[in-house]
């Protein structure tokens, strides 16, 4: 079964960090693209932050720039995002999503609530 279960959402305070995983079941984990989504409430969902299925390249958001790290472990199936000194505005539910060509394949999302 083709399954992306991400993981590690929270409440946290302004400042502070947390760290999202995502595990991958069902297909080839190395031979895709990994990224994570967010969406806030009354918002589009938007792009955060993309790794290549080599694990050579990201690229990120300009608001997460310079605060949020998305990295992959083949060896487990895992892609990370490391977010740093959050803020409000980084509220919301984190989502991952493989991709390959035209095949893309979602996970249910993590909550992520920045607030003191």
């Known amino acids: 079964q083709v399954k992306l279960v991400e993981s590690g959402g929270g409440l946290v305070q302004p400042g502070g960090s947390l760290t999202l995983s995502c595990v991958a079941s069902g297909f080839s984990f190395s031979n895709y693209a990994m990224s994570w989504y967010r969406q806030a409430p009354g918002k589009e969902r938007e792009l955060v932050a993309v790794i290549t299925s080599g694990g050579f390249i990201t690229n990120y958001a300009d608001s997460v720039k310079g605060r949020f790290t998305i990295s992959r472990d083949t060896t487990k199936n895992t892609v990370y995002l490391q977010m740093n000194s959050l803020k409000p505005e980084d509220t919301g539910v984190y989502f991952c999503?493989?991709?390959?060509?035209?095949?893309?394949?979602w996970g249910q999302g993590t909550q992520v609530t920045v607030s003191s």
């Open positions: 999503n493989a991709r390959r060509g035209s095949n893309a394949i």
